[in-house]
C-alpha cells in the first residue's frame, strides 16, 4: 500500500505564496507519475498540476500557469507544489496523487486545507 502525506496548507492573504509537499511511502516513488488536484466547497476535484515520473514533462491547469511550479525530488520520496501570487480563487483543499505508471494505480492523500483571504 502506498501512502501519501501532505503538508504545508493554511491560511495566507491574496498574493501571498505557500509550499506544499507530498511525502510518498514507496521507495520506488520514480514508478509514479505525480499529480496535485484541488476540490473547492461544492465542486469537482480538479487536475491543478501533473509532473511525470523523471520529472522531465510537467502539466498546468490554464488557471495557475505561471503562478504554480510543480516539483519532485526522487532521492526524497516527495513531490512540491510552489504556489505564488495567490487569489481567493484558490482556495480549496488540495490533494496529491500518486499514477504508477504502468498499472495506472492511483493514490491519494488526505488533503491539505489552504485558504487564501482577500
Known amino acids: 500500500q502506498v501512502q501519501l502525506v501532505e503538508s504545508g496548507g493554511g491560511l495566507v492573504q491574496a498574493g501571498g505564496s505557500l509550499r506544499l509537499s507530498c511525502a510518498v511511502s514507496r521507495r520506488t516513488f520514480g514508478n509514479y507519475d505525480m499529480s496535485w488536484f484541488r476540490q473547492a466547497p461544492g465542486k469537482e476535484r480538479d487536475l491543478v498540476a501533473r509532473?511525470?515520473?523523471?520529472?522531465?514533462?510537467?502539466t498546468y491547469a490554464d488557471s495557475v500557469k505561471g503562478r504554480f511550479t510543480i516539483s519532485r525530488d526522487n532521492a526524497k520520496n516527495t513531490v512540491y507544489l510552489q504556489m505564488n501570487s495567490l487569489k481567493p480563487e484558490d482556495t480549496a483543499v488540495y490533494f496529491c496523487n500518486a499514477n504508477h505508471v504502468f498499472t495506472h494505480t492511483d493514490y491519494w492523500g488526505q488533503g491539505t486545507q489552504v485558504t487564501v483571504s482577500s
Open positions: 509532473i511525470n515520473w523523471s520529472g522531465a514533462s510537467t
